[in-house]
């Protein structure tokens, strides 16, 4: 009896809540549907800017937009308020029924938010840009100009144009750089490895002696690497050392394809790689990888580069910059490794992952809604944030808090406000950063944060080869590829059965070994699993970019 | 079998129940414990697991995050107020329509409860699913919580269960003799004897309703109606871009990352304190003999 | 009862029918319209959506619109490369995790109802449900960190017994077991939240009867505990039979690595990584149905035997 009363009690309390909440509710919807908006702008018609809706898909640090400076300002200049719904999480679950429900605002941001394949497959939801840029949008018409390739990856197969790109221009040629700790080849009086004997000979120094010099032989670890996944290779991964066979592998090859003088291949399953993986087995069977390197995750992998305090842990690795590697004490314990050759009288050219590309330009940052009230309206915002001024606003934050204006023309990055945090994590709270649609042009003078410096710097010992890699011949544009849903559909099905056989396999060989016995079979698996399908395929979209090239 | 025997094994007995009760405890208590601790330590002495016993590299950086999050405060509000009205409603539904199924003169209970059992295996899909809650005006609107799922048929056949095993038939018989009908029965016979079940389905469907997340994912826009969980995950999973490294395309901050994981923690602490308040009120409808008290009555 | 009541006359009888039964069914039809409208609409409304699974998705023509494929996608599914270890893998789960997870909670229901001391009893169950709040992105991270074989208690203590190269993470045998003894730990103290309930409503009374006769503990468990058990314990069997090909995404997504795949790719993260390309909304739909279908036809087959041999069944 007492549960009943409490229970009447607790609804008639939550009727109260229920009708507040409910009322307030609906003030706050006002902006999330093309229709509503109109209804509700009564009022802001009158103020003279037009009120649009948008969904920004952001970094979780992110902090919320209306507090970013130049974010308002770009509205104001184009005349406009836009209502944003801020997406930090589980975008891939929302996005179904978002556009299943053709319910979506009228502006949508973010990195591959929407993709070539929901084109196709959502056709008539998104407005084709192609005139209104001519019309309103004047800063994206310059971009196409002066670099043609950010009008290739905004061109669908149909010629439309339904999202509009990124162009970060900074960013480093490669994703993944690798080091040594130079104070260990120091203290044990060895020099810079030039070849794989040398590194092995390294290593195996590294696990002997008492590198670190705390007074225990055996807590070091020779060579650690990042995760590797279910579905690919990624960065920070040994897969750079296929540069030493001669492969150069594009945009990291997440899932083993290349380019060799202008044919498709796929690492997985050539004769270098085995070559590689054998190298790393013979690593790890003398324990000169950490035992765990398959099953750390990234967290671990990188509370060992960290070491505690002043002493290091980890000998040879691969990571994007030093700082961000080893945090704020271990760095100047480290040096930059140029690429390595297989053996001392190897005399294959040496190459590396070019990753320029997929560092700088991305497609599909900004859509437009084909139900947007005020398609000019929208184009003008839009026009805003591909004007080099704002755009670099847009990658690292706002021009007072974040970027100094030198009143020469020419701009400097500001270190982090707050001293404890890294530049990275500031750019990230501070703005929509990688995430945002940009186009910082080559004219542009604006001098970059330390974080940003120290990678380019780091980047020096990997200059020569990366210079030296022919673009044309021995890369797969990836980034500027449009497919048709059919292929894309083809495609992902067998990578996926690919990925599946590789992956596992690689681990195997690496921790046991076996490769010897077991490759005949595997090459044989791989075709099974459609890898010749896809090399046609994609051999065919690549013949087809170059001869439009 | 005399008592001096009995006695004996009656404390071996004791013992190994207290030692295997104990052992319980600690597996389940350690790592309970374990969330407490990681929830305000250094989240990468952490995962190179040197916190065993004793919190270190101790900062509220977690909690910080969590709760400097405005929205965390209608958050519970919103989820207590959808709990308590939802579950309301779920047992209202639900436990009148278990006792129809288990009246075995009711003629269609067979056929109807077969086609209750379809529905937990079989549906039409998400997207058809939202089209009819925009079509009838639920989304983005409080009663998307209530009323769409408010009848859970694995619990319905729980409280059927509990309807056809534990009230005799003689009970039935005899209300009925003296002309009471089945509202009456079920009001006044039936309702007050099924307390542990009330309380062991409101207890389901309650925790159920907290721990929702999906429905606001996909049916709720605006930020005044997102229920806790909501909130919960998305500092979770927003702070675990750390765990992928080079998400988009450059260094994910070093500072934060020394912390990242306490957020993981602090998060369950956040979401289960109150159902850990609650819990205990329920429970005593769990003890043995409430029911059976009732009917001597 | 019939004797008794025909004992009384049978014109009482027959006035009872008639009249009664309308007014006493039409009361039963209005305790249980609510839930049957609130399913109906809800659940069966939707159901067209399953034709997806045969069609092809067409945004412009709305759901039913798009063309006709028939068995185009299941089959596409049954011919796929990794079927057969989808389906090894899927239902190896699943059954180990039925085959232990559903006793456990009946051993501990018992074990606690042993506690004559009410405050042990409360701290003990109030402890062993907490798990169940923890969400799985936690279970599987505290996995890790346990577990690993350099840093981790539980890791450490493997080394110590003796099994110096078994990392509990990687080992393809060990998966199962990690999996499994895993969700025991975070469920098994909710689950028997049930049984406990069940346990409650046995009459004291029997327990003294029992008593005076001289049963043993183990005799009580058996004739009196256990059996007041029995209808709940089957009806939940039924329902587990249902989850046969029902190997959860998310959990068996955060515990794959690259060592672990050959044993922990299952349908259900299949179907995930092949929709995060494109948008293989009819294939996804297909794959999903024939689970279900199968799931069901497991639940069918195992409620029919339930009815014939005990009586006891969902319908």
């Given at each position: 009896m007492r549960k009943r009363s409490v229970l009447i009690l607790a609804v008639g309390l939550a009727t109260i809540l229920a009708g507040c909440s409910g009322s307030s509710g609906s003030t706050g919807n006002n902006g999330n549907s093309p229709d509503s908006s109109a209804a509700d702008n009564g009022g802001g018609k009158g103020g003279g800017k037009v009120q649009l809706t948008g969904i920004i898909v952001k970094n979780?640090?992110?902090?919320?937009?209306?507090?970013m400076e130049w974010l308002q300002k770009a509205e104001d200049d184009a005349g406009v308020e836009i209502k944003w719904q801020e997406i930090s999480s589980d975008w891939s679950q929302k996005k179904g029924t978002l556009l299943a429900s053709g319910d979506i605002p009228d502006l949508i941001v973010g990195q591959?938010?929407?993709s070539d394949a929901d084109y196709a497959q959502f056709s008539?939801?998104?407005?084709?840009?192609t005139d209104l840029i001519q019309q309103y949008a004047p800063n994206v018409q310059t971009m196409f100009d002066e670099k043609p390739v950010t009008r290739t990856i905004s061109t669908q197969p149909d010629g439309k144009i339904y999202g509009l790109p990124k162009y970060q221009?900074?960013?480093?040629?490669?994703?993944t750089r690798q080091y040594i700790n130079q104070q260990w080849l120091n203290k044990l009086g060895l020099?810079?490895?030039?070849n794989w004997d040398e590194l092995y000979n390294v290593l195996e120094a590294f696990k002997k002696e008492?590198?670190?010099?705390?007074?225990?032989?055996?807590?070091?670890?020779?060579m650690d690497f990042a995760p590797v996944g279910t579905g690919g290779f990624g960065f920070?991964?040994?897969?750079?050392?296929?540069g030493s066979t001669g492969i150069t592998m594009s945009d990291d090859s997440f899932q083993g394809y290349f380019v060799e003088n202008g044919v498709v291949k796929n690492f997985v399953t050539d004769e270098r790689y085995k070559q590689m993986v054998e190298f790393l087995h013979k690593c790890y069977e003398a324990?000169?990888?950490?035992?765990?390197v398959f099953t750390q995750d990234y967290t671990k992998f990188q509370a060992n580069g960290r070491g505690s305090g002043d002493t290091a842990k980890v000998g040879f690795t691969f990571g994007w910059g030093s700082s961000d590697r080893?945090?704020?004490?271990?760095?100047?314990?480290y040096a930059s490794v140029p690429p390595l050759k297989v053996s001392a009288d190897s005399d294959v050219q040496l190459s590396w992952s070019y990753d320029y590309n997929f560092m700088n330009y991305a497609g599909n940052m900004i859509e437009m809604s084909a139900?947007?009230?005020d398609k000019a309206a929208a184009m003008r915002f839009i026009n805003e944030l591909y004007n080099p001024t704002v755009s670099m606003q847009v990658l690292?934050?706002?021009?007072g808090p974040n970027i100094k204006?030198?009143?020469?023309g020419t701009y400097s990055v500001l270190p982090?406000?707050?001293?404890?945090?890294d530049p990275g994590t500031w750019k990230w709270t501070s703005t929509w950063g990688d995430a945002g649609p940009m186009y910082l042009a080559d004219s542009l003078n604006l001098s970059l944060p330390q974080d940003m410096a120290e990678v380019l710097e780091e980047e020096q010992p990997l200059r020569s080869v990366l210079d030296q890699i022919d673009e044309d011949k021995d890369y797969y544009p990836g980034p500027f590829m449009k497919y048709s849903s059919t292929d894309i559909n083809t495609l992902s099905l067998n990578d996926k059965n690919l990925m599946s056989i590789a992956m596992p396999k690689f681990a195997e060989w690496v921790t046991k070994g076996g490769i010897e016995n077991g490759w005949d079979a595997y090459v044989k698996n791989c075709e099974k699993a459609g890898l010749p399908q896809n090399l046609t395929i994609m051999q065919q979209y690549y013949d087809h970019y170059k001869t439009s090239k | 079998m005399g008592h001096a025997e009995s006695r004996g094994s009656e404390i071996w007995f004791r013992a190994l129940l207290y030692a295997v009760c104990f052992i319980i405890f600690l597996i389940i208590a350690y790592p309970l414990y374990f969330i407490v601790i990681a929830s305000i330590s250094d989240s990468t002495l952490v995962s190179a697991g040197k916190v065993i016993l004793i919190p270190k590299g101790i900062s509220s950086f977690g909690y910080g995050e969590i709760f400097k999050d405005t929205r965390i405060w209608t958050g519970y509000g919103n989820t207590i107020v959808y709990t308590v009205l939802g579950t309301f409603v779920n047992l209202l539904f639900t436990i009148p329509a278990a006792y129809v199924l288990s009246r075995?003169?009711?003629?269609?209970r067979r056929i109807i409860m077969l086609l209750f059992v379809i529905t937990m295996f079989f549906n039409g899909g998400l997207i058809p699913t939202f089209l009819l809650m925009k079509g009838l005006h639920?989304?983005?609107?409080?009663?998307v919580f209530i009323l769409?799922?408010?009848?859970?048929v694995y619990n319905l056949i729980i409280a059927r269960t509990f309807f056809e095993t534990s009230l005799p038939k003689e009970l039935y018989e005899a209300a009925e003799m003296d002309g009471c009908s089945h509202f009456k029965y079920f009001a006044y016979v039936v309702f007050p004897l099924s307390k542990a079940l009330i309380s062991v389905i409101g207890l389901y469907y309650l925790v159920a309703h907290w721990n929702d997340f999906f429905t606001a994912l996909i049916y709720i826009r605006s930020?005044?109606?997102?229920p806790l969980q909501i909130i919960l995950r998305d500092i979770l999973l927003s702070n675990q871009v750390f765990a992928n490294g080079v998400g988009q395309g450059g260094d994910v901050g070093g500072y934060a990352q020394r912390y990242a994981d306490q957020i993981k923690y602090g998060v369950i602490i956040v979401s289960t304190l109150p159902i850990l308040i609650v819990y205990p009120f329920i429970q005593k409808?769990?003890?043995?003999g409430v029911m059976i008290g009732s009917v001597k009555g | 009862m019939e004797p008794r009541i025909k004992a009384m006359g049978i014109a009482v009888t027959e006035k009872k029918t008639a009249a009664r039964i309308l007014i006493r069914d039409y009361q039963l039809w209005i305790m249980i319209l609510p839930a049957i409208i609130v399913i109906v609409l809800f659940?069966?409304?939707?159901?067209?959506?399953?034709?997806l699974a045969f069609r092809d998705y067409d945004f412009s023509k709305g759901i039913t619109g798009g063309a006709w494929h028939g068995l185009f996608y299941f089959k596409q599914f049954i011919n796929s490369f990794q079927f057969a270890d989808l389906m090894r893998n899927t239902i190896s789960i699943s059954v180990a995790t039925i085959l232990l997870s559903f006793p456990a909670p009946i051993i501990l229901a018992l074990i606690l109802n042993q506690l004559r001391k009410k405050r042990v009893k409360e701290m003990m169950q109030t402890i062993v449900y907490?798990?169940?709040?923890?969400s799985i992105v936690v279970i599987v991270g505290m996995l890790n960190v346990l577990l690993s074989?350099?840093?981790?208690i539980i890791g450490y203590l493997v080394k110590s017994l003796g099994?110096?190269?078994?990392n509990l993470l990687a080992s393809t045998h060990a998966f199962i077991p990690v999996y499994v003894l895993s969700d025991i730990w975070q469920h098994c103290g909710w689950n028997s939240i049930i049984y406990l309930a069940a346990l409650s409503t046995v009459d004291p009374q029997l327990y003294d009867a029992v008593k005076i006769d001289g049963a043993s503990r183990w005799q009580t468990v058996r004739y009196i505990e256990f059996p007041a058990l029995i209808p709940t314990i089957v009806i939940l069997f039924i329902l587990s039979m249902?989850?046969?090909?029902?190997?959860?995404f998310e959990k068996v997504f955060l515990m794959q690595n690259t060592l672990n795949l050959p044993v922990s790719e299952v349908i259900a993260t299949y179907v995930y990584k092949i929709g995060i390309v494109s948008n293989q909304f009819s294939y996804s739909a297909a794959i999903g149905l024939f689970n279900t279908v199968i799931n069901f036809i497991f639940l069918f087959a195992m409620n029919y035997i339930s009815r014939k041999s005990s009586n006891i069944s969902l319908w």
């Open positions: 979780g640090l992110t902090k919320p937009l209306k507090e591959g938010a929407i008539g939801l998104f407005q084709d840009m221009r900074y960013w480093p040629g490669t994703g020099q810079m490895p030039t008492d590198a670190n010099g705390n007074g225990d032989p055996n807590d070091e670890i020779p920070f991964q040994p897969t750079v050392l296929l324990g000169l990888i950490n035992p765990e080893f945090g704020n004490v271990l760095p100047q314990q139900k947007a009230k690292f934050g706002s021009i204006d030198n009143g020469d982090p406000q707050d001293p404890k945090m | 075995p003169e009711f003629k269609a639920l989304t983005n609107t409080m009663w769409p799922f408010s009848v859970n930020n005044e109606l997102q409808y769990f003890e043995k | 659940n069966y409304v939707p159901m067209y959506g399953i034709q907490l798990p169940h709040f923890i074989p350099s840093s981790g099994f110096a190269d078994l249902g989850s046969v090909l029902g190997t959860g």
